[in-house]
């Protein structure tokens, strides 16, 4: 089995719909793909609808988090959507997301950058408008080669001279709330330190004991050195490891399937879930 437990669609910041994306994870020889959108679950009912044939799809999404003022992600598989304290955690990330564009974009003016809230918005469509957005601007307008250029401390990197904070959830409370809604918690790329500042690993055991069940350790940001590190301490701590392409689409370079998560990790995630299951693929068209 071929699984995949991070991506992205046009419900945030990923450049195929939540139906374009399932059917290129099928097309892609996968068997399971997670769609984890920044902190937003509405692309959910259109890729359970378009799930094709031989692929199954994990629900979750990607929850902005902040620990000592170092930004976080963790991702959240199968858990229910409509439970309230959740749902009401991720509406105040996500209702945070405009007016902190709107800073990025001021900052980025005073910079002498003539990127504009029409072209972002322009950008994001109908998904949740975030710092990728803002980089595929700077892209468009010929500041940076690339979106991932744009995440240095010179643009829109943590602490960078266009970054502006957003709302983000405590991750203790983030794992309590995911628990509480039946789901099961991966911290995403926890040694990424090419985007930021990191948490170091004595949180990473505090958050185990707060109940995380795992750690993302294959990803396109971690070196073979750091995989190697994470496992040893994900074993060390009793986490289940995972592995996922953070696929966006056509906005970065990664590419469906390029790492994967072991089946017998993917079994007890879905184990562990009370409040989703995952979802068989009944329709759809596939080039499989």
């Known amino acids: ?6 991506t992205h669609s046009t419900a945030s910041d990923g ?30 009912a259109e890729a359970v609808a378009a799930v094709p044939e031989g692929l199954t799809l994990v629900t979750g999404a990607e929850l902005s988090c902040r620990l000592d003022g170092v930004s976080l992600h963790m991702l959240a598989y199968l858990f229910d ?8 955690e991720r509406e105040l990330v996500r209702d945070d997301r ?26 994001a469509g109908d998904g949740s408008v975030g710092r990728p957005h803002i980089a595929t601007a700077l892209v468009e307008l ?14 829109l990197a943590d602490g960078g001279r266009a970054y502006v904070e957003k709302h983000e959830t405590d991750p203790f409370e983030a794992i309590r709330l995911v628990k509480a809604a039946g789901g ?3 911290f995403a790329h926890p040694a990424a330190s090419k985007r930021g500042q990191i948490v170091p690993e004595s949180a990473i055991a505090e958050l185990t004991a707060a109940g995380l069940d795992g750690i993302e350790v294959d990803h396109m940001d971690h070196d073979p050195a ?10 060390d701590l009793g986490l289940l490891t995972t592995g996922s392409s953070d696929y966006h689409g056509s906005r970065k370079t990664c590419v469906l399937g390029e790492f994967t998560t072991d089946p017998e990790i993917y079994g007890e995630i ?4 009370t409040g989703a299951i995952p979802v068989p693929g009944t329709g759809g068209e596939t080039d499989r």
């Open 98 to 123: 405009v007016p902190r564009a709107h800073g990025m974009i001021f900052k980025l003016q005073e910079l002498g950058v003539p990127v504009t809230w029409e072209q972002v918005a322009r950008i």
């Open 184 to 186: 099961v918690t991966v």
């Open 226 to 235: 750091t995989r190697s590190r994470l496992r040893g301490l994900a074993a």
């Open 1 to 6: 089995m071929r699984i995949d437990l991070h």
């Open 15 to 44: 450049t195929d719909t939540p139906a374009e994306l399932v059917r290129n994870a099928a097309a892609a020889g996968l068997d399971v793909v997670a769609l984890t959108d920044h902190d937003t679950t509405r692309g959910h």
């Open 270 to 273: 879905a184990r562990r879930a």
């Open 142 to 155: 010929g500041v940076v080669p690339s979106v991932s250029d744009a995440f240095t401390p010179d643009w």
């Open 81 to 88: 959507p409509e439970e309230p304290d959740l749902l009401r």
